[in-house]
């Protein structure tokens, strides 16, 4: 158990519809970020927060958005939603962002589904 | 930019082979480096890493050499085990601008059979 629980589990949706993820980081853990892992486009770097503020961005859609809450748990928006945006997506977060320390720990995952 | 490429798989080994899974990397001033396993069904996780030049990094039997010299950091056990089946993921974090971004390989698949 890496400590960083994400919900749901499984999410079923369909196409046109909007769904919030959700993530709790470790506990003392600053930094969260959001993987979509899917298996043509292998595991993809969303976006980082670090202590409540956007840090990074990667391959993040302008149709998804993510937040970090002043308790750091953090969300992830997905609208609009295609076929193609059905994958696992992966939630992880560290305890700074010092790339020395900056072991990440990886949630178990919502997997996605759109019909 | 900076970037992690590995061997393509998937590989499959007998039990008790060794494994060489091959990392390279593209990066800006002096990256940490990382291997990260995602058994079946579960999320990543740490499996060792290396903060400077010539550390290794070793775990649960595997072990990998930060290489400056050649840009490497490949991975390597000798005897593997049917429980070693995973998706086994390079990394780097704290080259260049993107500090704090951890950047991932695109992941080597292993199977290891009886």
């Known amino acids: 158990d890496s400590g960083v629980t994400q919900t749901p589990k499984h999410l079923i949706t369909a196409t046109g519809q909007r769904v919030t993820l959700r993530c709790s980081p470790r506990?003392?853990?600053?930094?969260v970020y959001w993987y979509q892992q899917s298996l043509d486009q292998g595991l993809q770097f969303l976006i980082q927060y670090y202590n409540g503020e956007e840090r990074a961005k990667g391959n993040i859609l302008e149709r998804f958005s993510a937040q970090q809450f002043p308790d750091l748990h953090s969300e992830l928006n997905l609208s609009s939603l295609e076929l193609g945006d059905s994958a696992l997506y992966f939630c992880?977060?560290?305890?700074?962002?010092?790339?020395?320390?900056?072991?990440?720990?990886f949630g178990p995952g919502t997997r996605l589904t759109v019909l | 930019g900076n970037s992690v490429t590995q061997m393509e798989g998937p590989v499959t080994l007998s039990e008790e082979a060794f494994l060489t899974i091959n990392c390279t990397y593209t990066a800006t001033g002096y990256p940490s480096l990382f291997w990260y396993v995602q058994y079946p069904g579960e999320g990543l996780q740490l499996l060792l890493k290396a903060t400077k030049a010539d550390d290794k990094g070793s775990n649960k039997g595997f072990e990998a050499t930060y290489r400056k010299e050649t840009t490497s950091f490949h991975l390597e056990k000798g005897s593997v085990q049917v429980s070693d089946s995973a998706v086994y993921f390079c990394a780097l974090s704290g080259a260049g601008t993107s500090y704090d971004k951890v950047i991932f390989g695109p992941g080597t698949s292993l199977s290891v059979i009886p």
């Open positions: 506990s003392g853990d600053l930094s």
């Open positions: 992880a977060s560290s305890v700074d962002n010092r790339p020395n320390n900056n072991e990440q720990f």
